[in-house]
């Protein structure tokens, strides 16, 4: 099957593609924003993509476009230090497509997804703790916080519980069964289409892979790298990515200079904005795009424009959500 870019129309509006001009595609997958922005102006695409299976694809457009396209199999937040190495001076867009694809969501033998039964694995790189390690190693409090903050399950105790009682009676290694304990700890909301294990999933891919993490770390990152008006596109999925996206923008463009009420106001003299919103509030898929794309239905994209002031030296650990401690395979402390 395709695996259709999502709002490719709006990002390529967003970023504005000149000629000359060098742009990064942080979530490189199967390539559709590369190929859009290529396609567009006679520029220079520099793609991310920490999945070593993307590679296939990135040989394509290289082929494709010689001389203009180049991918590093590396997670986005690394975009400013490998550039940086590489020589770069800068770019003039980044464009960022958050979550997990269609493309791996399709592939059982990676475990994203409960649609298909294969192993639960979930890593969107070959390294790491895969998500069966996670459920096995960690107790039932740990899951918990786990399946709050990342999926923000109401049940998440009753979930995390139910799941250490199955893996005591023997391994949780596929991704059928990790779903249907719990569907059977978390039962069918009768008001809601979706399914119970939903929620679960989400979280356990999203500590997988340290998505909440590595986004705030890649828009840092794209702050640094990005030259004055350069543009910055941003696709996301789910409210605890648009959350993030939403915070670190209108605290950068100077709308929001505090956190939370709980903080300090700022100091007069504090940092000048190093973005300009490119539009208020967030921009949704068209009618025709949701109908064709049903992942579009809730994508929502922000953007913003690099104004010449220094990146930003800050703490931004509290556009985050409150997440649990960092728990070491091994045992929960």
């Not at 190693?137 to 105790?157: Q, V």
């Amino acid at each position: 099957m395709s695996h259709a870019p999502v709002m490719l129309t709006e990002v390529l509006e967003a970023l504005e593609p000149r000629d000359g001009g060098v742009y990064v595609d942080g979530t490189f997958g199967a390539g559709g924003y590369s190929r859009g922005i290529l396609g567009r102006a006679d520029c220079k695409v520099i793609a991310f993509d920490r999945d070593p299976s993307v590679s296939k694809h990135g040989d394509l457009l290289a082929e494709a476009f010689p001389g203009r396209f180049q991918l590093f199999i590396a997670p986005f937040s690394a975009m400013d230090e490998l550039l940086t190495r590489a020589g770069s001076q800068g770019v003039d867009g980044v464009a960022l497509d958050l979550g997990v694809s269609s493309m791996q969501i399709d592939q059982a033998e990676r475990g994203f997804s409960f649609r298909f039964d294969g192993p639960l694995d979930m890593r969107m790189s070959d390294e790491g703790p895969t998500a069966a390690d996670v459920v096995a190693e960690l107790d039932a409090r740990a899951l918990t916080a786990i399946f709050r903050a990342y999926g923000e399950e109401k049940k998440a105790r009753r979930a995390a519980e139910a799941i250490k009682r199955e893996q005591a009676q023997a391994p949780i290694t596929t991704t059928g069964r990790l779903a249907d304990i719990v569907r059977d700890a978390v039962g069918k909301n009768p008001k809601s289409k979706i399914d119970p294990a939903t929620r679960v999933f989400q979280a356990l891919r999203i500590y997988v892979n340290d998505e909440l993490g590595e986004l705030l770390a890649g828009l840092q990152a794209a702050e640094r790298i990005l030259n004055p008006a350069g543009r910055l596109a941003v696709v996301s999925f789910h409210s605890l990515e648009d959350r993030i996206v939403k915070r670190f923008l209108r605290n950068r463009s100077g709308g929001d200079a505090r956190v939370s009420r709980h903080a300090p106001m700022p100091d007069a003299d504090g940092p000048a904005p190093s973005f300009n919103l490119l539009y208020r509030g967030a921009e949704e898929a068209d009618e025709r795009e949701t109908d064709e794309n049903p992942r579009a239905r809730s994508a929502k994209l922000r953007a913003a424009i690099r104004t010449d002031a220094p990146a930003w030296q800050a703490d931004d650990s509290a556009f985050l959500p409150r997440a649990p401690r960092v728990f070491e395979l091994g045992g929960a402390s």
